[in-house]
């Protein structure tokens, strides 16, 4: 009997750096990370099965009859969505599965999957999130602000997740994250019967040995 | 505004190894370990203030009468008890206290303070535990087997913890330990007011500046 794997849900305002540090995870762990499904039309350079699963409007709505997205949602009539089979075999394999979805997203993944450790990504201050939010493009100061105000309000959902991160530097918010994932693998609710087990294969052994 | 230290509770069932995982952990981190009082006399050597709270059967008597103490509990006569008061001050003001405490006393410490982190070592295996218990002191068979099948059933109450810890080598114990801390830092029900405090504090700088 092995453990399963963690499903972690990186999510957070836009700006406030997950991207970042989810590479830096990748390149110092391994980590699956999970590819959406999307109907939209491939940009330049995007690859399927790397940038996305590039399906057609059948594909998509097949799969969402075989129930198999943990959440999906659509966006200026394209659909998008997390596949659920290939996360789900990842994780009882034992592999440690990385889903960087939005705040909407990440809220229909728990309900899919309560057992996931959801963390958001705080960005070091309002000013700073404002900063990377006008380097990101160049936008209009409405536009802008709207953006800003949006992100704003997103951190109020902080309170649907297990753990807050903030992204000071990307180093250390990478680090606090490697050590929530210790620490989820040494938590009781995970790991109750696999002990109890291992006790029980243990003792019988010893005990009159 | 500062954070709240942590009370760490590190239990398990003798032979684990609680002792040599927390003079570990005192080595790499700042930790206040709580003494205990009891009305025992004194052994040789024991200092007051460091080995217990030596008290009398009165002084004792007065502090349950003032509900100061987390726990307590009468062993052949004598009381022991974690003050309440003194964990309280260094956890109020930020410092992280470690309370090494058997099983029962553990239960009944998070009944009074269920916020606790309450850890549970576990030998690395039941072989490895009854040669620890050997090890440790001239006793009959007889005694042993029972000190080792009391282990054994105390094992269960691991369900009543919130992480297990298995003792493989105490480096990677303490490792795991510093993890636990530092995710339970990033938990929101710590944070949660904390975070969405010192947003409204920034956003009204930063949005309209």
Redesign the interface.
Do not use: G
């Given at each position: 009997m092995h453990n399963k794997g963690l499903l972690i849900v990186i999510s957070g305002p836009s700006g406030a750096g997950k991207g970042t540090i989810i590479k830096e995870l990748i390149k110092k762990g391994k980590f699956w990370l999970s590819v959406s499904a999307t109907t939209r039309a491939p940009r330049n350079g995007e690859i399927d099965g790397k940038s996305y699963y590039f399906l057609t409007r059948e594909q998509f709505e097949e799969r969402l009859r075989l129930n198999d997205f943990l959440e999906h949602a659509e966006v200026y009539g394209n659909f998008y969505g997390t596949p659920k089979s290939n996360v789900m075999e990842r994780i009882d394999n034992g592999e440690d599965v990385i889903l960087e979805i939005d705040i909407q997203g990440a809220l229909k993944v728990k309900e899919a999957y309560p057992e996931g450790v959801f963390i958001?990504i705080?960005p070091p201050?309002?000013?700073e999130l404002?900063k990377r939010i006008i380097k990101r493009g160049s936008e209009t100061t409405e536009s802008l602000m709207t953006r800003?105000?949006s992100a704003?309000k997103e951190?109020?959902y902080?309170?649907k997740?297990?753990?807050?991160?903030t992204n000071d530097t990307v180093e250390v918010a990478a680090?606090?994250i490697?050590?929530?994932l210790?620490?989820?693998r040494?938590?009781?609710d995970r790991?109750?019967d696999h002990?109890?087990d291992s006790?029980e294969g243990?003792?019988h052994?010893?005990?009159y040995d």
């Open positions: 958001f705080l201050s309002m000013e404002k800003f105000k704003y951190i109020n902080v309170s997740y297990n753990y807050a991160v680090e606090k490697e050590s929530i210790v620490a989820e040494c938590r009781v790991l109750k002990i109890l006790k243990i003792i052994e010893q005990l």
